[in-house]
């Protein structure tokens, strides 16, 4: 197995290969980052549930998707934005609106990743993570 360069790239990329390919759930190695990344896809209704199943490693976490009635995905699409090559940064005044407030940013500010209403209301910047939507 190669180590993975951008972890959160690979999270996303396991979420939309598990979409196209109609699963359930999706089993994505831990790590803060990422938990807190699923902890928010859940509270903003993209995802169902979050597990944190221990293993030897750094645990994994267990992703169950959320379909609408006709078997489509409740994610339409997911972008990094800010990359190991070129990194996003945004103040608490320029934080982007995804598709028109339907969507969800995601970013890491000095007080923990959090989506772009909840940093736009503590006026806080930080590294624009990617978008949902």
């Excluded at 359930?24 to 790590?31: D, F, N, Q, Y």
């Amino acid at each position: 197995m190669s180590a993975i360069n951008d972890p959160i790239a690979d999270f996303l990329t396991r979420v939309r290969n598990a979409q196209m390919a109609k699963h359930e759930e999706v089993t994505i190695p831990a790590s803060k980052i990422k938990t807190r990344m699923a902890e928010i896809l859940r509270d903003e209704g993209y995802i169902e549930s979050v597990t944190k199943v221990p293993d030897r490693l750094q645990g994994l976490l267990v992703l169950n998707l959320r379909y609408d009635e006709k078997g489509r995905p409740v994610i339409l699409g997911m972008k990094r934005e800010s990359r190991p090559g070129r990194r996003v940064y945004v103040s608490s005044k320029e934080l982007p609106r995804v598709r028109n407030g339907l969507g969800t940013a995601i970013i890491s500010t000095s007080r923990g990743v959090m989506t772009d209403r909840k940093a736009r209301r503590e006026k806080v910047g930080g590294e624009y993570l990617c978008s949902v939507w």
